[in-house]
């Protein structure tokens, strides 16, 4: 007896036993108008969305060069290669290579679309010319071979694959909302217990830490880029960057001693975080040594949340040193400061948790998608 573990695989066995033919994409898809529009003709509310060579609409335009169910491949720039479909009328960008099946009743655009995006970074790797701007030719994304099942088989792996894709977009949102409610949360509570009465003091950051310095030349020797500590350079170097951003590699010397607050002094202007003794400051990152019997660092590092950040002006905005030893903050007792940064630090536990477990969810769940989609778009070649 014929077991059949699913529906397409039935109909592959009925239908296309000895595999399935292909066809270059150019032989099954008809080209579609495109046309170039000026930043400034674009607008917010226009009344279509434009695509042109980015992963998302470039803007929207109060005409349409094309109808809906269609295909568009970047042509140009960082994201060479990335595919769409669009179920609208928009209008086609000169970035971008615009498609359309030329009969949906031997081989469906959604299909296709589907079948393009399972090989994505295939084409992205393979197809684009990494040159100083990145681009794909059209003669070759023409030539790319489609397997083409019967229709039957198409619609049923369609109908999968848009299942899919509503499900990833509903938890995504779901996820999503539930992070931004918690922020909110936790913004609210930290507003709270960083205002207070006028029985708490203010203070200049001169007035309460011990140094308040800026970061300077790279030292004579370094790992630049190194992520993590080695036995020669267990030192890190901190730049004016957010987040990991930040770490511009290792060396075998340090500069700063003590437990500190660095503040971005350029570009990400004002980003400011805890760091552990021991590290080196450099491109002008400013560094506060918290005076531990009046300030905490974490508590600085929170004030610093709620506290307006100013630079000097000028053609390139920066923080300096005397701008920064005038911001006045107010501080309570010490005791009253390790009390707020430990309620603080539990909420921003749970968001943080909530951040990473949601990109880890995501992923999980997009690696099943492409698996899935992978599993389905993968048919025996006829005559093989």
């Known amino acids: 007896m014929q077991i059949y573990y699913s529906k397409i695989e039935k109909l592959i066995i009925e239908l296309c036993p000895s595999g399935v033919e292909s066809f270059a994409l150019a032989e099954l898809c008809d080209p579609l108008k495109k046309g170039t ?3 400034g003709e674009l607008s917010v509310d226009g009344n279509y969305p434009v695509i042109n060579s980015g992963r998302s609409w470039y803007g929207r335009y109060d005409e349409y060069n094309n109808g809906g169910n269609a295909i568009a491949i970047a042509a140009r720039g960082e994201y060479a290669g990335f595919i769409n479909y669009i179920d609208e009328e928009f209008w086609a960008g000169g970035l971008c290579y615009p498609y359309r099946s030329k009969d949906e009743n031997k081989a469906k655009t959604k299909f296709i679309f589907y079948y393009l995006k399972d090989r994505q970074e295939h084409i992205r790797e393979t197809l684009v010319a990494h ?3 990145p681009a794909i030719n059209k003669s070759d994304i023409d030539k790319f071979k489609i397997p083409v099942p019967p229709l039957q088989v198409q619609e049923e792996i369609v109908k999968i694959l848009d299942n899919f894709t509503e499900l990833e977009s509903e938890l995504e949102s779901e996820l999503e909302a539930e992070l931004e409610a918690r922020k909110k949360q936790y913004d609210h509570y ?3 217990l960083l205002t207070f009465d006028s029985s708490v003091q203010w203070f200049s950051l ?3 830490c011990l140094k308040i310095s800026a970061g300077g030349d790279l030292p004579d020797k370094l790992l630049k880029g190194q992520k993590f500590p080695t036995k020669e350079f267990p030192y890190p170097i901190y730049s004016n960057g957010s987040e990991e951003k930040a770490l511009y590699g290792f060396t075998d010397v340090y500069r700063i001693d003590n437990e500190a607050v660095t503040i971005s002094a ?7 975080t805890v760091r552990e003794e021991k590290f080196t400051p450099i491109v002008r990152l400013l560094v506060l040594i918290p005076d531990n019997k009046i300030i905490t660092a974490k508590f600085l590092n929170y004030i610093l949340d709620i506290t307006k950040i100013g630079h000097s002006g000028g053609s390139i905005p920066q923080l300096t040193v005397p ?3 005038k911001i006045k903050i107010p501080v309570p007792p010490i005791k009253e400061q390790e009390q707020i940064v430990s309620i603080l ?5 749970l968001v943080n948790d909530i951040s990473i477990g949601l990109p880890a969810e995501l992923k999980a769940r ?3 998608y492409e698996y899935y989609r992978g599993k389905l778009l993968t048919f025996k070649e006829l005559g093989k």
């Open 366 to 368: 997009r690696q099943q």
């Open 266 to 272: 350029r570009g990400t202007i004002g980003y400011h």
């Open 190 to 192: 930290k507003k709270n």
């Open 131 to 133: 040159g100083s701007i």
């Open 345 to 349: 630090d539990k909420f921003d536990a």
């Open 37 to 39: 529009l000026k930043t």
């Open 206 to 208: 001169n007035n309460v």
């Open 323 to 325: 701008n920064v030893k």
